[in-house]
Each structure stands twice: as C-alpha cells, then as structure tokens.
C-alpha cells in the first residue's frame, strides 16, 4: 500500500507526553522510536487515524491486509465446525474466572472490545459469561450477531457505558492498535466494577525475537501497531489508571498451545491440580516468560 507525506501525523509519547525519542527500528518506511523519559515504544510518525480506519476493512479479516497472520473468517468456520476442542480461549476464560470474587463468578458481565468475528464471545458465553462485544467493524460484527451475541460497531471513545457495567474486559491484540491507549485504559477501568479483571494480550517489546530480528520482528506492523509495550511500560500503565493488582506475564500463544495439547491444561481449571501436571506447567510458563514473544496481562480493580 502507499501512502502520501499528508496521511501522516507526528505524535508525542502517550504515557508521559514526552516528545523526546530514540529512533529504535525503521520498517516499510516508518520508525519505531523509543520515548527517553517512560521507555515506551511508539510508531512515530503514524498514519492518520482515517487511514488506519481504512485498512480494517473485510480483507484486513481474511489475512489479506497488513496483518497476513490473521484469518477470522476461518477460525469462524473452524469453531462453528466444532474442531477446535478446548482452547487457549477457553482457559483464559478459566483464568478469568478464577480471579473474579467467588460469588460473581455465575453470570458476570463480559465486554469483549475489539471482539472481531466473535469466537472469544461464544467461548466465553460457554463458560457461563453473559456476553457483549464492541467492534469498529461493520463486517466482522456481523458474524457476531449471527451467534445471537449483542455487539456495538463503535470506538471506545463512543461507547457510552455506565460506570461499573463490567465484571470482566477483554483485549486481545488490541491495545497496541490504540491511538490513546492511557485514555481508553481510563475509561475501561470505569466500565468495571470493584473486584473486575482486565484481561489483555499483546507483544512484549522485550521479547528475544525482537532483539535477534530487529525490525523483522513480526510484531512491528507500524501502519496499524501504535504503540508497542514491555513488562514496564505495561505495569506503569496499569498502576497510573488505578489497578489495585497487576500481573503480567509473558505468555504467549504456542507454548500454551502445547499445554493444552499434551493435556496439561485441562477444562474448567485455570492451573492445574495434579502435581506432577502443575509443576509442568510452572516449569513450562517460568521457561516461557523468557522465550515468548507475547505479554498476558490480568488486572484486578
Ligand atoms: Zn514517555
């Protein structure tokens, strides 16, 4: 895709409004730069927010747009199909629930933002989660109410929700397409009631993929990937919109993938009881924190 001197937008640092940078990587002819006052990575400049807009449209959901990796269409058909057993959905679901007061755990509320064709949506509406989603696009909500779950097509900024609606927030690779992410932590932080968990996926910036590949890194996707976290950047955002209990973990989707296949992660459990089961599973997620490419984060109001 090309892009003309006028889609772009100079930006300052979201967290701590700092416009002072080291240049870290150039890809496509963007640089990802490094604030020198907070360490949080930003795409800088970035395509204005029209243009990002843009580039969501029904082939961004076949893997056809900026990010080849995804393909919701297909794992629409594969979940419809039933093949897809228990997945890493599912036990974050599990995990979810495990966090939230025992006396919320039947019913509660769960807002997927960026929710896309809906697959988490059901997963979760499985588990006992009376579900809604939020999705800017028009294409993959529809998928959404064929599985008869609410979704509005609508940014966070416009979404009106009354204050503590929530006993859980979902984001799954959303929060690096953010252009506010400080402000839209703000108002999901609202959204929640007392005791609420933010779950979130995203990359971890200080991954080794990252410092063996540079720029290669798949997770530098500038044109729609704004800004990139660490473990740090992560918990100083956590901790300023008001969190009372932060843990992130680098936890990213292959080696949890593996779990679940040898049996170690088992449904309705979000660790496992068995001892010789749980210390596989210690030992794989202390392994896994050094060597994934992608942050779990579960925050507690
Ligand atoms: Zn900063």
Not at 9 to 34: I, L, P
Not at 205 to 221: A, H, I, Q, T, V
Request: some cysteine; proline content about 4%; charged content about 30%.
């Amino acid at each position: 895709m090309q892009f003309q001197k006028e889609d772009f937008e100079s930006v300052v640092c979201d967290f701590c409004g700092a416009d002072d940078y080291t240049k870290r990587y150039e890809k496509r002819g963007f640089w990802m730069v490094q604030c020198n006052k907070c360490g949080l990575v930003y795409t800088n400049p970035r395509l204005k927010q029209e243009k990002i807009a843009a580039l969501y449209d029904a082939d961004y959901f076949q893997g056809h747009g900026f990010d080849r990796s995804i393909d919701y269409v297909k794992d629409v058909k594969d979940h419809t199909k039933g093949t897809d057993g228990y997945t890493l959905e599912d036990w974050d679901c599990d995990t979810i629930l495990s966090l939230l007061p025992q006396e919320r755990r039947t019913n509660a509320r769960l807002l997927e933002i960026g929710c896309g064709t809906g697959v988490f949506l059901d997963k979760a509406r499985k588990h006992g989660f009376e579900c809604q989603g939020l999705e800017l696009s028009e294409y993959a909500a529809n998928f959404v109410r064929q599985m008869g779950i609410p979704v509005e097509t609508k940014s966070i900024e416009d979404a009106n929700y009354p204050p503590e609606s929530f006993d859980a927030i979902v984001m799954r690779e959303v929060i690096e397409h953010l252009p506010h992410p400080l402000d839209s932590l703000k108002t999901i932080h609202s959204w929640l009631r007392p005791g609420g968990v933010l779950f979130m996926a995203t990359g971890n910036y200080d991954c080794p993929e990252r410092k063996l590949r540079g720029s290669d890194w798949f997770y530098f996707m500038p044109e729609g990937h704004l800004n990139i976290f660490s473990n740090s950047t992560m918990r100083k955002y956590l901790q300023k919109v008001g969190f009372r209990k932060v843990d992130v973990t680098n936890q990213g989707d292959k080696l949890m993938d593996m779990l679940k296949d040898w049996k170690i992660l088992t449904p309705n459990v979000s660790k496992p009881r068995n001892i010789f089961k749980r210390s596989v599973f210690i030992m794989m997620r202390s392994i896994n924190h050094f060597i994934s490419s992608g942050m779990r984060i579960y925050a507690v109001k």
